[in-house]
């Protein structure tokens, strides 16, 4: 068991240098993490000697390594979060009748991994392995809405891109409406992506409370007027809740 806090302390380190934009200096991974610099420096020299980091002596500066990639490649290759999702999707689809997703954050875009439809539904833009502007997709939103705002600034430092007209245009503008979806725990767009079609989610989390993936219901907008779209937005938490739940997750504190 002696071992267990040292592998904990390597893990946070992957997930920080994953995380950052770039590789980083020694002591601002101490810093973050609220370890010692010596004890950084024998875990950094560790994890190199593994291939999980790399040192880049020119810079002072670590980063990811190649043995890092390998791991992720096979998620990729498991698949853990669409195994994990789609009976999930499929029961959404069989209890509110409309087009469900599964989608993550791609930097600032939102990546669709999965889709379940009852038969003979309309087909949208938003097919698996499209990639969106996040913050015109309410998933994309119900991600964005529980990241730090540091971090939203640093995915959106310039232009925003809009489809047709609609959604946030500035950074202020999409910083209020994320602190609305945080408040009412789901996120919502209409036309945002696609005249005449509306779209619901939220989002479901992992162990440290960090926003893993978003459900999402997609519909024509006459079909659920305004006032209906809370108690499909409840469907759409539960399916959330129930992914969290089997990620082992949590919702953040």
């Not at 950052?20 to 370890?35: E, F, N, Q, T, V």
């Not at 309410?138 to 600034?153: E, I, T, W, Y």
């Amino acid at each position: 068991m002696s071992q267990v806090p040292a592998a904990r302390r390597a893990l946070a380190v992957l997930r920080l240098l994953a995380a950052a934009p770039g590789p980083l200096p020694a002591s601002a991974i101490a810093r973050a993490l609220g370890l010692p610099r010596s004890s950084t420096y024998h875990l950094l020299t560790a994890m190199a000697a593994d291939g999980f980091v790399i040192s880049i002596p020119e810079e002072r500066r670590w980063g990811l390594g190649v043995a890092a990639f390998e791991v992720g490649s096979a998620y990729l290759r498991h698949e853990p979060l669409e195994r994990l999702a789609r009976p999930l999707l499929r029961r959404l689809v069989d209890q509110v009748g409309e087009i469900a997703q599964l989608g993550v954050l791609h930097g600032a875009e939102t990546l669709y991994l999965l889709k379940e439809q009852p038969p003979r539904h309309a087909t949208l833009v938003t097919d698996v392995g499209v990639r969106m502007p996040a913050q015109l997709t309410a998933s994309g939103r119900s991600m964005l809405a529980h990241l730090p705002s540091a971090q939203v600034r640093a995915l959106f430092p310039g232009r925003f891109v809009d489809r047709t007209g609609r959604g946030p245009s500035s950074l202020r503008e999409l910083r209020r409406v994320l602190a609305e979806d945080a408040r009412r725990g789901w996120s919502a767009e209409d036309g945002h992506v696609t005249e005449g079609f509306a779209s619901i989610a939220a989002c479901a989390f992992d162990h440290t409370g960090h926003p893993t993936a978003a459900i999402t219901v997609t519909f024509r907008r006459e079909d659920h007027p305004e006032e209906g779209r809370p108690r499909l937005a409840g469907s759409v938490r539960a399916t959330a809740a129930a992914l969290t739940t089997r990620l082992t997750g949590r919702p953040p504190s």
